[in-house]
């Protein structure tokens, strides 16, 4: 992942950690695809188990965790830069240089 928008140079990681909380965004989209998938099957094939259903809902959501992983992370970005905004042109640095400054 790139440091800083090549467009607007907004630093993408304000500090260590910074994308944990896409953590929290990323769990329920995981949830609605996979529970999506599951009810798909489940429709489809109602007499299959519910074991395999899952199963084969999981197998099919690996190849969508890069896309998953990747708009969480765009998410949490639009969400932190509404809730606290700083300046975009907030001149990029390595992140252990600015924590020793203050």
Do not use: H, K, Q
Not at 19 to 45: D, E, H, N, R
Not at 72 to 87: E, K, L, Q
């Amino acid at each position: 992942m790139n440091r800083t928008c090549p467009v607007c140079n907004l630093r993408f990681e304000r500090e260590p950690g910074y994308f944990l909380g896409a953590l929290y965004i990323s769990y329920p989209i995981s949830i609605l695809i996979l529970g999506g998938i599951v009810l798909l099957l489940y429709w489809l094939w109602p007499d299959m188990r519910l074991e395999w259903n899952v199963l084969i809902a999981a197998l099919v959501y690996i190849p969508l965790m890069p896309a998953v992983f990747r708009y969480s992370r765009v998410i949490w970005i639009y969400f932190d830069r509404w809730a606290s905004p700083s300046d975009p042109l907030e001149p990029p640095g390595d992140l252990d240089s600015r924590a020793t400054e203050r």
